[in-house]
C-alpha cells in the first residue's frame, strides 16, 4: 500500500490546505481588492444621485495621490503630515448661474413708492409707508417694466439700481388687464444716474418655446432685499391666471418653482442666456409662481410706450372649460363633447349680438346649460385658456371671428365682430371672461 503525505492526497482531491488557500489570497490580494471595489462603486451608482457619485469619484481619485505624498515623506499610506488639500465646492451650474447675475443684475432695479396711511396717524412719523417692488430696463431710452399692481395708481416713483444708484420714473401707462406698467427715468436734483447713463436693456426671449422642465432664472428685491437670484424650473406654461383687482385674467401664464415673494413682482424671469422669458407678478407658498410670458410683453408694452394704452379684443360672456358637472345641465350632450360652457352673456355685446345662449334657470330653480363653443375660427378648443390665449395673441377690435357652438345636438357657427374690452364690472370678478 503506497502511502500519500496529506499535501499530496489533497492535490489529487482537489482539496485545498488553509496554508495553501493563505497564499493563494496572498498572491491575488490586489485582484480582489479591485473587484471588490469595482462591485461596491457599481452598487453605489445605482443608488445614489449623480452628484453624490461625483463627490464619490473625486474623493477616490484624490486617495492615490495622497499615498505618493505620503510615500515620499516615508509615512503610512493614508497619513501626512501635510495640510490636507483644498477642493472646491461643486454646484451644478453654478457657473452659469453666477455669469447671468453679473451680466443681467445692473439692468434690474428696485421700485418704490409711497402710500399714505388713510384716517388718523397715531404716530406722526409713521404717516406714510413705502411700497415696493421690482422692474427691468427695457430699451436705451430709459422705459422700465413693472407690474400694474407695482406701482398702484402712482405717478411718480422711485428707481434703486444695484450699484445704489436712484432715480425718478414717471409712470408711462399700464394695462391692467395684464398687470403691466411701464416707466420712464427722469432727471431730478435727488438724482444719482444721469439720463444719458441707463444700463443696457435685457433682451427678450420667445416665450411660445418654452417647455417644461426648463431651467429659469428669477431676479428681483422680496421682502426689499436687494439683488436676490432665485432658481427653479419650467412647471407649466399657457396658464390662465386671474389679473390683480380685476375681473379677467392673464393668458399664456408661465408657472414656475423658482421663488417669488412679496417685493419680486415686476422683477425678469430669465432663461440661462439673461434674457427675458417673463415678468413675475404672483407667487404662493409651495412654489407655485407665475411669469407674464416675454411674447405678451413685446406685443403690449411697444404700444403703451407709442401710444399711452392697449385696446384688448372682447367677446362679453362669461364662461369655464367644460366639466361632467356642467355636462350634466345641457340637453341633448353628446359623449366625450369638449370645449367651453357658455354662462353668462353681457347684455348687447359681442356675443350677444352674434347669438350665442347663456345659461338659464327655470321656474323650479333648475339651471340648464348653455351653449358650448367648440372651436374657433375653425380650430377647435377644448380649454377656456386657448379661447382666451387665442383671442389675445391672434385678434383685435374690430375682427370677427367664427364660433362654432353644440347646440341641442348639433353645431351651429355664429359670426361675432369682436369690441374693445371695458373696464372690469364688479358683478364678473368671480367668473372667467372673455
Sequence with gaps: MRNYNKNESNRETGRMTFDEIGKEFTRHKSTIFLFVTSVSLAFLSLHLSPELIDSIAYAQLLQPQQGIINSNNDSDFGQTNASPPMTSISRPNSSLFNDVFKQTQGSVVQISRTVPQTGIAVDPSQENTTALGSGFVFDQEGHIITNNHVVAGAKVVDVT???????????????PYVDLAVLKIIETANNTLEQEQHPDALQLANSSTLQVGDPVIAIGNPYGLAGTMTTGIVSQVGRLVPAPGIGFSIPDVIQTDAAVNPGNSGGPLLDTQGRVLGVTFAGFPGGVNFAIPSNLVQKIVPALIAEGNYTHPYLGFTGATLTSDLAASIANITQNLKGVSVNTIVQAGPADKAGLNGTT?????????????????????????????????????????????????????LDAVLEKRPASSPQYNSTEQS
Aim: aromatic share 8%; proline share 1%.
Design 161 to 175: 439700481f444695484t450699484n445704489g444708484d436712484r432715480s425718478r420714473a414717471n409712470v408711462t401707462a399700464v394695462d
Design 361 to 413: 334657470i327655470d321656474q323650479y330653480g333648475r339651471k340648464h346649460g348653455g351653449d358650448v363653443i367648440v372651436a374657433v375660427d375653425g380650430d377647435k378648443i377644448r380649454e377656456f385658456e386657448q379661447l382666451v390665449s387665442y383671442l389675445e395673441g391672434n385678434k383685435s377690435p374690430g375682427d370677427n371671428v367664427v364660433l362654432s357652438v353644440f347646440r341641442n345636438g348639433s353645431v351651429i357657427d
